[in-house]
């Protein structure tokens, strides 16, 4: 198969799909009117709530929903063959991706900038909105714990990009305040922003002297530092340590002092980036080994397909960080399709790209399978092959392999580092939502809040027994990260869907997605509790599994009832063209 035809087909699904689909759901579904004023107007108090130019916000909203997810998952997805893994990636991205989060960002601004899981009170109920935030609390703790661990882990394995990365943050900075206080453009100063951090990258490929390797600096992996701890992990612990410091000062000032304009530099990040590395496929034309369908996969897991890839298809993810950060952002809510739906085909682009670099690394389809020999395998190895798949793109428009793995290596930390300071952020919204409800009011300040999901974070992650060692604690709950969050999009998208019938409006659009996603989702998450994680003899992971299973999949279900009672109940006239 051309990886180059397979790119065109896709690219142009997408680009049909916001030209047509998006256009369809804006006009004559959610009925954007552009006169609406906007949260980020309304309650303009200059911390979260900030009228923002929409490219701008486009850029904040694409670097916080791309992460490390859309390239992890497609990569290990594809475990299965390149063709389910494309389809799902190319059909959810247009039909439910887009929807989903073009859908919270719109329900959220029509209900002050509230999170979903705050506006589930109103549309279903009290006891929903209790289940649901604490749902969202689970998984926004797992989204802490695993993108410092992947962050962390790429630091030690790629020392050239830890100047690069750090570089980005007083540069954020300096954008932030020329742009907001000497009312500047931010277009030109991403650039240079950029031309600077990938100067870094290069400089520090070619110069050891250049690359903070701190594996070296603790005698590596044949010296114990403290506590038992060799060279690999005290560096690994250091970098966590600095992650969790960084992130709490991050997730805690206003968001156009760094969240913003850092969002705003990732954004032309990836864009270079998906640029280089398709002009490498156009270019090379490299041949996919990988087969279409894998003879060889476990045809009893492939539910677990469509929560493996979720940030590229559907993410629920995308819902909090719409309704967390961007509508209190939104200038215009004529702008909701451009940052919402636009958002979602940017990480759908990402996503087949990555399966694309993945699927063309191998050199023969029996090295493929090889490396592929288990779901296990898949998930160890997954983006590993792509970095190494996407260095050989761009090797085919003359970047040195040495420079081109430094600088994908960069761009996928600064979209993790990304993804974890708006999920810190939004976990300080939740447990402060959560004071409120339970009446503590020390979890309402910002700082009491930020502490506990920075610690909480820290602690999962550095939990010294993970199933991989010292260091490897995020991943203990990493197996409920994605069933939870195609949970938590499926939930979303009923509520869109409770509110779009309460207008009197076609819901079908985001309800017959919803139906599919709960539908596998349930499947797969029962078969995980019920057939994987319970029984006697379980190991102790398999049992923590168990439990925080069980008690998703039973909250999650509890809510979906209440929900359809409430979509099955007949239509009150009172609730039809309400706007707020």
Not at 47 to 56: A, E, H, L, Y
Not at 258 to 279: A, E, F, K, T, W
Not at 376 to 399: E, K, R
Not at 440 to 445: D, H, S
């Amino acid at each position: 198969m051309s990886s180059l035809l397979l790119a065109v087909i896709g690219i142009s699904i997408f680009l049909l799909g916001y030209r047509y689909y998006a256009k369809f759901i804006a006009e004559k579904i959610y009925k954007l009117d552009a006169n609406y004023v906007t949260p980020a107007h309304k309650y303009k108090d200059g911390v979260d709530f900030v009228p923002t130019n929409r490219f701008v916000l486009w850029g904040h909203h694409f670097s916080s929903v791309a992460g490390a997810a859309p390239i992890v998952g497609p990569a290990i997805a594809v475990y299965w063959g390149w063709l389910p893994a494309v389809i799902w990636v190319i059909l959810g991205t247009v039909f439910a991706a887009g929807v989903h989060d073009f859908g919270a960002l719109v329900l959220s601004v029509r209900n002050k900038g509230q999170s979903v899981g705050t506006i589930a009170n109103k549309l279903i109920g009290h006891r929903a909105k209790i289940l649901f935030l604490f749902i969202i609390l689970i998984l926004v703790l797992m989204v802490n714990a695993v993108f410092a661990w992947v962050i962390a882990n790429l630091f030690v394995s790629f020392p050239a990009s830890v100047l690069s990365v750090f570089i980005q943050i007083p540069l954020a900075i300096w954008m932030g305040y020329a742009v907001y206080k000497k009312s500047r453009s931010m277009l030109l100063p991403s650039i240079v922003a950029l031309a600077f951090m990938y100067g870094a990258a290069i400089l520090a490929s070619q110069f050891d002297v250049l690359q903070i390797d701190l594996v070296k600096w603790f005698g590596g992996e044949e010296n114990t530092v403290m506590f038992g701890l060799n060279g690999v992990s005290m560096a690994f612990f250091v970098w966590i340590i600095v992650l969790m410091v960084y992130v709490y000062i991050a997730s805690t000032l206003p968001v156009w002092k760094l969240l913003q304009p850092r969002d705003y530099i990732n954004s032309h990040q990836l864009v270079l980036g998906l640029v280089i590395l398709y002009l490498g496929v156009l270019f090379t034309n490299p041949e996919i080994t990988a087969p279409a369908v894998n003879s060889g996969a476990d045809i009893s897991m492939w539910p677990l397909l469509f929560i493996t890839i979720a940030c590229g298809a559907i993410s629920g993810f995308h819902g909090l960080v719409a309704s967390g950060t961007s509508s209190k952002q939104l200038d215009k809510e004529s702008d909701a399709k451009f940052v919402g739906y636009l958002g979602a085909v940017g990480e759908g682009m990402l996503a087949l790209l990555a399966i694309i670099a993945v699927t063309t690394f191998f050199a023969t389809g029996a090295d493929f399978t090889a490396a592929y020999n288990s779901f296990a395998a898949a998930s160890a190895g997954g983006l590993g092959n792509f970095i190494g798949g996407a260095g050989v793109l761009a090797s085919g428009v003359g970047i040195p392999a040495n420079i081109a793995s430094t600088i994908v290596a960069v761009i996928v930390i600064s979209f993790a580092a990304t993804s974890l300071d708006t999920s810190v952020r939004l976990m300080r919204y939740i447990i402060s939502e959560l004071g409120t409800e339970y009446k503590l009011p020390a979890l309402t300040k910002a700082h009491v809040a930020t502490t506990i999901a920075v610690g909480t974070s820290a602690m999962l992650v550095l939990l010294p027994e993970g199933p991989n060692g010292f260091g490897s604690g995020g991943y203990l709950l990493w197996p409920l990260f994605g069933t939870s969050n195609q949970l938590l999009a499926g939930i979303s998208l009923l509520l869109v869907s409770i509110w779009l019938k309460k207008q009197g409006r076609n819901f079908m659009p985001t309800f017959i997605p919803m139906v599919f996603v709960l539908f596998m989702t349930v499947w797969a998450m029962g078969k995980q509790v019920i057939f994987e994680w319970s029984g006697a003899g379980a190991a102790d992971t398999n049992v923590l599994l168990f439990i925080f299973g069980a008690l998703i999949l039973g909250f999650a279900l509890w809510i979906i009832i209440e929900a359809f009672q409430v979509l099955s109940k007949k239509q009150d006239p009172s609730d039809m063209d309400k706007t707020a």
